[in-house]
């Protein structure tokens, strides 16, 4: 009894510098409204800092069916119609584009998104190491940043951009 109190005190202690690392971000999030060129919604994105990296998560509505890419660009501006407003991929580690590339890859890179039938999709995935506010690199940097969802899948190597085409609805994100 008295060993289990001792360690339970002692994991107590342990725990309490290891919160105080986590960083500042931890839970912290950022939304957006996807919007096409004509400024009709296409559902939304959300981006959670994990104790992992960055939780991107996206509920599109109203797309082709089809495989469509998804990144997290490198502005936050999304100006219809082409949104080339946004920049390219967030590549703060200034690596080449995709994630089958040896050269690669940009920190916004992310896995197609699939779209049914009934033009909805979804997408889930974390990016290793990154970071909504703090460290050296933070995706809230300056000038923002914006999910992009394409009009083509991602090839996940063609150098900067994957030849996924237009860019088809934007979103800038917005911390809160
Ligand atoms: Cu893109």
Redesign the pocket.
């Known amino acids: 009894m008295k060993t289990a109190s001792l360690l339970f005190a002692t994991a107590a202690i342990l725990a309490l510098p290891a919160c105080a690392t986590m960083g500042t971000g931890q839970g912290a999030s950022a939304n957006t409204t996807l919007l096409g060129a004509d400024g009709t919604s296409h559902g939304v994105a959300k981006v959670t800092q994990t104790t992992s990296g960055l939780k991107v998560t996206v509920a599109a509505t109203g797309l082709t069916p089809g495989v469509h890419?998804v990144?997290v660009?490198t502005t936050g501006t999304c100006t219809a119609p082409a949104f080339t407003s946004a920049g390219g991929?967030w590549n703060p580690m200034g690596k080449q584009h995709g994630m089958e590339n040896p050269m690669g890859s940009h920190m916004g890179d992310m896995p197609n998104m699939t779209v049914n039938a009934d033009g909805r999709g979804t997408l889930e995935y974390t990016i290793a190491g990154g970071a909504l506010s703090d460290g050296t690199t933070p995706l809230f940097d300056a000038d923002g940043a914006a999910v992009?969802v394409?009009a083509l899948p991602d090839d996940n190597k063609s150098d900067p951009?994957g030849k996924?085409g237009d860019r088809l609805a934007c979103g800038v994100l917005t911390l809160g």
């Open positions: 890419a990144h660009h991929h992009v394409h951009a996924a």
